[in-house]
């Protein structure tokens, strides 16, 4: 089964709107990432999380992390339409820190 | 910039064929990835490589082998396409440890 899992598995905003994502984890990480995948191509990292940080701000991208409860949310501000994708949560397993394993995703559609 | 490339957007192969996916970066990065990515199952890792010659199997090696024989290569390779092997493949590679991955564009492997 999937580490992570991404809440909600698809979601329709405005432009404008801010749009939210959660991730929830099973067991201990030492690190969580949040990439993002336009239709049909490859991944690109947005950011990444420790596991002893709390938040973290990008541009108009915040993470926020919460360790007693495995979980994790990226929120996106002032969404544009060029924000749709689908997003997808990582988290860093072993101990080498060489494995991610991914959510299922959250495809996200901002309309104009 | 990291620049991870793969050999083809879109491969087309029929049943039984021998099938070769090629991965290269730029970067000269220790670690690098095979994943593939279905509707509903997200990402799921079919093999990494930590050193030239070196391999680990990842969730869902079945069916498929890899090569590293230089650190800026790694292959995946379908020794006898199914037609379950159609998929998203996708290739990554990693700096350092517990960092984010970069991803290649993915080959769309259709297997007829």
């Known amino acids: 089964s999937q580490q992570g899992e991404e809440d909600p598995q698809a979601l329709s905003i405005q432009e404008g709107e801010n749009a939210t994502m959660n991730c929830s984890y099973k067991?201990?990480?030492?690190?969580l990432q949040w990439y993002r995948q336009n239709s049909g191509r490859g991944l690109v990292h947005l950011i990444l999380?420790?596991?002893?940080?709390r938040e973290k701000h990008s541009g108009r991208l915040r993470v926020t992390l919460d360790t007693s409860k495995k979980s994790s949310s990226l929120l996106i501000t002032a969404s544009r339409a060029a924000d749709t994708a689908s997003y997808f949560c990582?988290?860093?397993?072993?101990?080498?820190?060489?494995?991610?394993?991914f959510g299922g995703g959250t495809r996200l559609m901002v309309k104009p | 910039d990291v620049k991870v490339t793969q050999s083809s957007r879109y491969l087309v192969k029929r049943t039984g064929e021998k099938v070769f996916l090629e991965c290269v970066q730029d970067m000269d990065h220790e670690n690098m990835f095979w994943y593939r990515q279905d509707p509903g199952l997200g990402l799921r890792l079919i093999y990494f490589s930590y050193d030239v010659k070196m391999k680990e199997k990842g969730d869902i090696p079945e069916g498929y082998s890899v090569s590293r024989e230089k650190k800026e290569r790694f292959s995946l390779i379908l020794e006898s396409a199914s037609t379950n092997q159609t998929s998203m493949y996708l290739c990554?590679?990693?700096?350092?440890?517990?960092?984010?991955?970069?991803f290649g564009p993915g080959t769309r492997l259709t297997v007829l």
């Open positions: 990554a590679s990693l700096g350092q440890l517990g960092d984010t991955q970069y």
């Open positions: 990582a988290t860093v397993l072993n101990n080498a820190g060489n494995m991610l394993t």
């Open positions: 999380i420790r596991s002893n940080e």
């Open positions: 067991t201990s990480i030492n690190n």
